[in-house]
């Protein structure tokens, strides 16, 4: 879609400016349509304005001077021509700037949707590979920059009806003085191209600043943690600083060139008036001309200086505007897409879990080593296997591709015999909950954590609870499951966050649920209640979980010994603790260090 949009990538700024108007203009034609009628209506009457000065100059001044009294039906006359002019072009204002705004703002929210439904299609692989700082600024700064022009745009379109007008009308009134303050044109247009040679660049710049300054602020701001404990607080102000003062010399530096090209902009019009009032006095002297047709030149060498300053705020946005336009496009236009199929899971019988079948799984990023290879195992309906391994064995891994967050290179896997892949968008989250290893809570109240918007009830919430033995502490909270938690759950400990997101995937009531190490911040004896809470339930689905502990361990039926991405071992946790030495030395080893820890 850009691409096609802006074509080459060595075009001009300000033909690819116009190609993203011509994006918004096609989009919202009756809007642009009623905004650019406006703003001509306000163009016409500004013109007209000249043509009363001049009636009145001719009809009502000059006679004045010379009989020494004014006719009353001439006065009412002049003040009605004023007065009517003046409501019309405030109905041509409005009418301009309530279509501007609209369509703007119009264009801003749907693009803003746009980015943040391909953010939802796109796969995680993807998200990997892109700050959240960027994306953030994607969305946000980036999609105003990009419709920025759209403010000036009905503006220019109908001032240049207007310039029309109005040098037809000088023209007319008198080619020889029209000649003359015409003049300025040429230095006008002269100035207007020096402006955006010098000013492009630096805009661009500034937008690309503004996105690496939001990338740093997100970025220091996610790692608050790391930067307090380790005392890296001057590093990250400095690495932020040094960000947004290059951003503020080069926003000075384009203030600079602005402030340099107004006055000229406003003073050459003033110079033009001043040609033709001295052109104009000859010819009134020589009789070639009267004194009207001055006033009017040179009210309307005024009224025309006014078009050319507006096409130019125009082009002065096209510079933020391409750069903004381009990196929103370069997120509209990722090819990356997780494929679904049309396929539906059966309806459960009661209290039975999901089968799981996972079958020579491979995967691997670009061209490293594989993460997992020839992967294979099977939760059966209602059981439960636990997953252990080094650090880096490949267990997050297989977690994210049984939950489809990530698809494999190689192998399959399926759920109640339908392979992953085949299911529609959506179906997967409905038999299936992922608990992992970081657990995110929003800024909001136990309950709407937990229940996200659902249909369900209190004691459906109370019941998640516990099970994942929450149910104490939140009780213990000012307002109960009413109580807000904080950004990320900050007013929480680490394990309570931990099981309030246990919760959030209990309440669903999943036929599987994957646990990536969900409980690696809870005492190792509310663990094992939870673990048995979960096996014992009333409706017990199948679990899959990530482990380390022996009390956790020993509560599977089978246990996969994870090494290297490929299961080494696989057996009970009496066997394997019977028969490997290595599996014995890999879950021995987090209970030796708690007993020497003092």
Do not use: C
């Not at 003359?180 to 100035?191: K, S, Y």
């Not at 102000?237 to 951003?247: D, Q, V, Y």
């Not at 649920?513 to 048995?532: H, K, N």
Request: charge should be negative.
């Amino acid at each position: 879609m850009a691409q096609a949009v802006l074509g080459s990538r060595r075009a001009s700024t300000m033909r690819e400016g116009f190609a993203v108007l011509g994006v918004a203009i096609r989009r919202e034609p009756w809007v642009f349509t009623v905004s650019t009628v406006g703003s001509v209506l306000f163009g016409a009457l500004t013109v007209a304005d000249a043509w009363v000065l001049g009636w009145s100059t001719e009809h009502v001044v000059l006679p004045a001077f010379r009989d020494g009294e004014i006719g009353a039906g001439l006065l009412w006359a002049v003040v009605g021509l004023f007065v009517g002019v003046a409501i019309l072009r405030a109905v041509g204002i409005v009418a301009r700037r309530l279509g501007a705004g609209i369509m703007q703002y119009r264009m801003q929210a749907h693009y803003r949707r746009a980015v943040t439904r391909k953010y939802l299609e796109l796969p995680l692989s993807w998200h990997q590979r892109h700050p959240t700082g960027q994306l953030l600024s994607n969305a946000n700064a980036d999609v105003e920059a990009a419709w920025g022009p759209i403010a000036p745009l009905p503006m220019a379109v109908g001032t240049i009806a207007m310039m029309v007008i109005a040098v037809t009308q000088m023209v007319l009134t008198d080619a020889v003085l029209a000649g003359v303050g015409l003049l300025v044109f040429p230095a006008v247009i002269v100035a207007n191209l020096v402006f955006q040679r010098l000013s492009s660049p630096l805009i661009t710049r500034a937008q690309q600043l503004r996105a690496e300054v939001s990338e740093i602020a997100h970025e220091s701001f996610e790692g608050a943690m790391v930067v307090k404990t380790l005392g890296r607080e001057e590093e990250e102000t400095a690495r932020f600083a040094a960000r947004s003062h290059e951003l503020r010399d080069v926003l000075i530096r384009a203030g600079r060139v602005r402030a340099a090209f107004d006055p000229v902009l406003a003073g050459l019009p003033s110079l033009g008036v001043l040609a033709v009032l001295a052109a104009g006095v000859a010819r009134v002297e020589s009789g070639a001309s009267n004194p009207a047709d001055v006033v009017t030149i040179a009210y309307l060498l005024m009224v025309v200086a006014f078009p050319i300053r507006s096409i130019g705020w125009l082009l002065g946005e096209f510079p933020r505007s391409v750069v903004g336009f381009r990196r929103v496009s370069s997120v509209l236009d990722a090819t990356e897409h997780t494929e679904y199929g049309d396929q539906q899971l059966a309806d459960p019988a009661a209290g039975v879990g999901l089968r799981l079948d996972v079958t020579g799984l491979e995967f691997r990023h670009a061209e490293a080593q594989p993460l997992l290879e020839g992967v294979s195992f099977t939760v059966p309906p209602g059981g439960s296997v636990a997953l252990v391994g080094e650090t880096a064995s490949g267990k997050t891994t297989l977690t994210a591709l049984v939950t489809r967050l990530i698809d494999p290179q190689q192998g399959s896997v399926t759920v109640d015999g339908v392979d992953v892949r085949d299911l529609a968008r959506g179906e997967l989250a409905k038999g299936v909950s992922l608990v992992g290893q970081t657990a995110f809570l929003f800024d909001d109240t136990v309950r709407d954590n937990i229940a996200l918007g659902g249909d369900i009830s209190d004691d459906q919430v109370w019941e998640a609870l516990r099970v994942a033995q929450a149910d104490g502490f939140v009780a213990a909270l000012p307002d109960g499951i009413h109580t807000r938690l904080g950004e990320r759950g900050a007013s929480l400990s680490g394990g309570q966050r931990q099981r309030i997101a246990l919760a959030r995937a209990l309440v669903r009531r999943p036929r599987l649920l994957v646990l990536d190490d969900a409980t690696s911040a809870v005492d190792p004896e509310v663990e094992a209640r939870i673990l048995a809470a979960l096996r014992d339930g009333d409706a017990s689905g199948s679990l899959l979980v990530v482990a380390y502990r022996k009390a956790t361990i020993s509560l599977a039926d089978e246990v996969l010994h994870l090494a290297d991405g490929r299961i080494v071992d696989r057996g009970t946790h009496t066997e394997l603790l019977a028969r490997s030495e290595r599996y014995a030395d890999l879950v021995n080893a987090y209970e030796q260090e708690e007993v020497a820890a003092p």
